[in-house]
């Protein structure tokens, strides 16, 4: 597979201005050739680096396809570390269509998803944690998951990770050059293995807290707005996203499905979900509404409950807070504006950890606090020059990383088998390993290239 050159359009579906077809492989020029006639005559080929005017041309037919440029890159300079052309012409989805089709036709194979980046992995150009951020890059939603991507593409985090695999190798090699070796004097000691594992374990777990920033920038926090029929959930769903999105009548039960939306606050994304009040229902319809909305409030990443302020405490407000009390939330007492009747006192008692904050959806009183609080609760910011986790499948293999490192600790602090403790060892390093790639697994390569558009 990899010997085949292969081509594909870099430039997303769509209509637009320009579009870009790449090819990629030992025979990317030669497939070139065949279909793209230079406007001037260019001696010695087609130089590298420089754009060169022409037509692209099928050659089974007299007419032009459409005018383009030629752009080549000579291995081992270019995205992928082999030949690379780069037809970029109009984009026009048939012309580009045609273009690929003749290409195929003059020797390529189409490109599955992500194989051009899974080249540029496969032959040094990047790590797996470069290889997620190209694709981050492309697909990111916010200003902050772009920063935080153009960095990673940079190294950043892989060059954190180098650091943190080297310090565990260095702890693993003086285990076990002690148990292989005791009469050499190269042991290194429970208390000095300790002490190395004390500094290294904070750092593995200010990576693995720094997901949930990750997750808000990048993948978005999915936030269930919930409460008692007729509190303002809707009307609070339409001043989050800035727009009359969900129906809004004075009657009880309006909103019998769930509606789902995108916001972004700050550089954070967050999926807010408006669903059927909760409590009694007494329609059919409105009975499966709230049964659904239960179930989305518990998959949730967090929840917004909100409660009618112009009312006094119920019993179905306190089983509601107490509910969802292992949820991460954030408090709104809405309808502000009316006359109080709700006891504050009372619903910050319950609340617990979660802020309260009094709004009017309905005046647009207190929204921009509002959004300020879901933004610090649920994308807490991390310090400029720290790194985020985007990701799911690295979060995973540092947590394993993280409860690796605990037992080895407790191990040697227990003054248990110094081989278990090493045995745990080995599974960090193993598991770093994965993160960064250098451990290459069918599972792994799966799990981060089947995520990619077919141009990257």
Request: aromatic share 4%; net charge positive; proline share 5%.
């Amino acid at each position: 597979m990899l010997e085949d050159t292969i081509i594909a359009r870099a430039t997303p579906p769509g209509i637009g201005g320009l579009g870009v077809v790449r090819i990629s492989g030992r025979r990317a020029l030669a497939v070139a050739e065949k279909i793209f006639e230079a406007g001037r005559k260019t001696r010695g080929g087609f130089p590298v680096r420089r754009p060169v005017f022409g037509t692209v041309r099928d050659p089974e037919r007299p007419s032009a396809l459409d005018e383009a440029f030629l752009t080549y890159f000579k291995a081992p300079r270019s995205y992928t570390r082999e030949d690379v052309v780069e037809i970029s012409a109009h984009g026009s989805p048939a012309v580009l269509e045609a273009i690929v089709r003749l290409g195929v036709e003059a020797g390529a194979r189409p490109a599955g998803p992500g194989e051009f980046t899974l080249r540029a992995f496969l032959n040094g150009r990047l790590d797996i944690i470069q290889a997620e951020a190209v694709n981050d890059l492309v697909r990111s939603v916010s200003l902050g998951q772009a920063r935080v991507s153009s960095r990673q593409l940079g190294g950043s985090l892989s060059r954190r990770v180098a650091r943190l695999r080297g310090r565990l190798v260095s702890l693993l090699s003086g285990i076990e050059a002690g148990l292989e070796f005791p009469d050499e004097g190269l042991r290194t000691g429970p208390a000095a293995a300790i002490k190395a594992l004390a500094s290294l374990i904070p750092e593995v777990e200010r990576l693995v807290a720094s997901y949930e920033r990750g997750q808000a920038i990048g993948e978005g926090v999915t936030l269930a707005l919930v409460g008692r029929a007729n509190v303002g959930k809707s009307t609070l769903f339409n001043a989050l996203l800035g727009d009359e999105r969900a129906i809004v009548t004075p009657y009880p039960g309006t909103t019998r499905d769930f509606l789902r939306e995108t916001v972004v606050i700050g550089e954070a994304v967050f999926h807010l979900v408006d669903m059927a009040g909760l409590g009694r229902p007494s329609h059919p319809v409105e009975k499966r509404g709230v049964a659904l909305g239960r179930r989305i409030a518990r998959e949730a990443d967090g929840l917004v409950v909100v409660l009618d302020a112009s009312k006094a405490w119920s019993a179905e407000d306190g089983r509601l807070l107490r509910g969802f009390a292992g949820k991460k939330a954030v408090v709104v007492l809405n309808k502000s504006d009316l006359p109080r009747g709700l006891d504050e006192r009372r619903v910050r008692a319950s609340a617990g950890s979660s802020p309260v904050l009094e709004v009017s959806a309905l005046k647009g009183r207190n929204i921009d606090p509002l959004r300020q609080a879901l933004r610090t609760r649920f994308a807490p910011d991390a310090g400029q020059d720290e790194e985020v986790v985007l990701h799911a499948r690295q979060r995973d293999r540092l947590q394993g990383t993280l409860e690796a490192l605990k037992k080895a600790e407790a191990l040697l602090a227990g003054r248990g088998p110094e081989e278990l403790a090493a045995e745990e060892l080995r599974e960090a390093v193993r598991l770093v390993g994965e993160l960064a790639g250098e451990v290459r697994t069918e599972e792994v390569l799966g799990e981060v290239f089947g995520r990619f558009c077919v141009g990257k």
